[in-house]
């Protein structure tokens, strides 16, 4: 099964930002560059919340209406990476964030997740 | 947005019983695009069942999804140990995809 492994994550003050970078394994039946990719967190404790997701060729990208203006999806094919810039965090970011890929709305499969504590 | 409600919160069954799950959407979901998920303690969440009734690729056919419109079910028929975990409803039939807030199946 393909598999993809976030990083990036880590401890900040309100306000500040963080980068989190999602590497996916190649692995025959899964083209990297064929997929859109999503993020999706979790709240310590709570349910889950999709977050953006990126087109494969990256020219189309939707967020939640709470990120949207604070956060920004990228992605490189080359490097087989989608990437989550999160800036202005805020103390209700706090989550483990979770990359998957998006298919057809569906997200399948998932990293192991990295998570963000926004705290002072 | 279309928002998921789970019900019940907990359940608390034993080995060998059947558990019914219960997802309920506050408008119709199109194309019943329903998924649910299963997240084990300290992992991540993975796919059991998309487009309501459809089980994902490796998933045991004591799995099995149900509903339409609002109202959408999963049913494990006879739960094994490591069948103890949450599950989460999902629709992505419209934008954003939207998450039900869990249902945590408990051992007795």
């Known amino acids: 099964e393909a598999q993809l492994v976030e990083s990036g994550g880590g401890l900040v003050q309100p306000g500040g930002s963080l980068r989190l970078s999602c590497a996916a394994s190649e692995f025959p039946g899964f083209t990297f560059s064929s997929h859109w990719m999503s993020w999706v967190r979790q709240a310590p404790g709570k349910g889950l919340e999709w977050v953006a997701n990126?087109?494969?060729?990256?020219?189309?990208?939707y967020f939640m209406d709470s990120v949207m203006g604070r956060f920004t999806i990228s992605r490189d094919n080359a490097k087989r990476s989608v990437y989550l810039q999160m800036n202005s965090l805020r103390v209700d970011d706090t989550a483990v964030y979770y990359c998957a890929r998006d298919h057809k709305g569906l997200f399948d499969p998932w990293g192991q997740g990295t998570l963000v504590t926004v705290s002072s | 947005e279309i928002v998921l409600t789970q019900s019940p919160g907990t359940l608390s069954l034993s080995p060998g019983e059947r558990a019914t799950l219960s997802c309920r959407a506050s408008q119709s979901v199109r194309s019943d695009y329903v998924a649910w998920y299963q997240q084990k303690p300290g992992q991540s969440p993975s796919l059991l069942i998309y487009d309501t009734s459809t089980r994902a690729a490796g998933i045991p056919d004591r799995f099995s999804g149900s509903g339409s419109g609002t109202d959408f079910t999963l049913t494990i028929s006879r739960l094994e140990p490591e069948d103890f975990a949450v599950y989460y409803c999902q629709q992505y039939g419209s934008s954003p995809r939207t998450f039900g807030g869990g249902t945590k199946v408990e051992i007795k």
């Open positions: 990126i087109r494969q060729d990256g020219n189309e990208k």
